[in-house]
């Protein structure tokens, strides 16, 4: 069949297999949702058992016919395991961490099934993407390298979960649609000029131990060092003080989007995205404008990391109108 002929025949089956409404996880296979049809090898042992039951029946040998029908049982038997492999089996839920666009995201699909029934040789296909899924104490989880392109919400799509276990006489299968969109960031930049140099605003300072300039002197508390303890000031003041230093921190990092009207949309948002993790590297407290949204910061940390690029990967497509911040 050509390859056209074949994506038009899967497209007609999981637009008739598909539920009206995505599922809404946890989701449960039960024998409405588990398909069952022979193998390539299943084909071929059905046509060896009608050769070899003809050529019982004509040569009316008895032993012959008893091993064909022996054989006929356990092929049926088969097909009976093989849907009670995926029956009860329970999708409880799935996740992937966000990865810039042209990295492979780590999708995790969690899975539970009934206790007291050993399932083996359990498939997960979604996307292109295939992992096997082990289930141990009725409970696992299978992780598939899904391809990324582009930034903004992934749609994992239809996950398949199938077996042929256990003679591979059957293919067993159960589609799931979970309604889960994953976030996928935008690619930064290659090279590109250094990040901006802090600007807006006084420079902030912080307290910390091994500070540069004193801050204050205050009264010893017990855990003190005796390397911070202020002698002279503490023989005028017949009381132990100690001394407080503080830290620069530096002026925050501006991003701001209306300062690279020089480059084209999706240009401006791998730039950003590559300041973004630079400041992070560096440990630069940063802010991020965006047309049309509230600023965010100034700040650091894995949280403003997120939330930046999260902002920066659901930008509209087109480039619109800069609004203001």
């Given at each position: 069949?050509?390859?056209?002929?074949r994506?038009?025949?899967?497209?007609?089956?999981?637009?008739?297999?598909?539920?009206?409404?995505?599922?809404?996880?946890?989701?449960?296979?039960?024998?409405?949702?588990?398909?069952?049809l022979p193998t390539?090898?299943?084909?071929?042992?059905?046509?060896?058992?009608?050769?070899?039951?003809?050529?019982a029946?004509?040569?009316?040998?008895?032993?012959?016919?008893?091993?064909?029908?022996?054989?006929?049982?356990?092929?049926i038997?088969?097909?009976?395991?093989?849907?009670?492999?995926?029956?009860?089996?329970?999708?409880?839920?799935?996740?992937?961490?966000?990865?810039?666009?042209?990295?492979?995201?780590?999708?995790?699909?969690?899975?539970?099934?009934?206790?007291?029934?050993?399932?083996?040789?359990?498939?997960?296909?979604?996307?292109?993407?295939s992992?096997?899924?082990?289930?141990?104490?009725?409970?696992?989880?299978?992780?598939?390298?899904?391809?990324t392109?582009?930034?903004?919400?992934l749609?994992?799509?239809?996950?398949?979960?199938?077996?042929?276990?256990?003679?591979?006489?059957?293919?067993?299968?159960?589609?799931?649609w979970?309604?889960?969109?994953?976030?996928?960031y935008?690619?930064?930049?290659?090279?590109?000029?250094?990040?901006?140099?802090?600007?807006?605003?006084?420079?902030?300072?912080?307290?910390?131990?091994?500070?540069?300039?004193?801050?204050h002197?205050?009264?010893?508390?017990?855990?003190?060092?005796r390397?911070?303890?202020?002698?002279?000031?503490s023989?005028?003041?017949?009381?132990?003080?100690?001394?407080?230093?503080?830290?620069?921190?530096?002026?925050?990092?501006?991003l701001?989007w209306?300062?690279?009207?020089?480059?084209?949309?999706?240009?401006?948002?791998?730039?950003?995205?590559?300041?973004?993790?630079?400041?992070?590297?560096?440990?630069r407290r940063?802010?991020l404008?965006?047309?049309?949204?509230?600023?965010?910061?100034?700040?650091?940390?894995?949280?403003?990391?997120?939330?930046?690029?999260?902002?920066?990967?659901?930008?509209?497509?087109?480039?619109?109108?800069?609004?203001?911040?």
């Open positions: 069949m050509p390859a056209t002929l994506e038009r025949a899967r497209a007609r089956f999981d637009a008739w297999a598909r539920r009206r409404m995505p599922d809404t996880l946890p989701a449960k296979f039960d024998r409405r949702r588990i398909y069952v390539k090898f299943g084909l071929f042992f059905c046509a060896l058992l009608a050769t070899m039951g003809v050529g029946l004509n040569y009316n040998n008895n032993p012959a016919l008893l091993l064909c029908l022996l054989l006929g049982g356990a092929a038997a088969s097909l009976l395991q093989a849907h009670l492999q995926l029956s009860g089996l329970e999708i409880q839920a799935i996740g992937a961490e966000p990865v810039p666009a042209g990295s492979p995201l780590q999708l995790r699909v969690h899975a539970r099934a009934e206790p007291g029934r050993e399932r083996r040789g359990l498939r997960v296909d979604a996307d292109g993407a992992s096997m899924l082990s289930l141990e104490a009725g409970a696992g989880e299978a992780v598939l390298a899904i391809d392109h582009v930034r903004g919400w749609d994992p799509g239809r996950l398949r979960i199938s077996t042929t276990r256990p003679l591979g006489l059957a293919r067993a299968w159960a589609y799931a979970p309604d889960a969109p994953l976030l996928v935008p690619a930064p930049e290659t090279g590109g000029p250094p990040l901006p140099t802090g600007s807006g605003g006084s420079v902030q300072s912080r307290l910390h131990p091994a500070g540069d300039d004193v801050h002197l205050r009264d010893w508390r017990r855990g003190d060092s390397r911070a303890v202020a002698w002279k000031a023989a005028r003041r017949d009381a132990l003080l100690v001394r407080e230093f503080e830290q620069p921190l530096g002026a925050a990092v501006v701001d209306r300062a690279l009207t020089g480059l084209r949309h999706e240009d401006r948002i791998r730039r950003l995205a590559r300041w973004v993790d630079e400041a992070e590297r560096e440990s940063y802010r404008l965006l047309p049309g949204q509230p600023p965010l910061g100034p700040a650091n940390g894995a949280a403003h990391r997120h939330a930046c690029l999260r902002a920066l990967a659901l930008l509209p497509k087109e480039a619109g109108r800069d609004g203001p911040h």
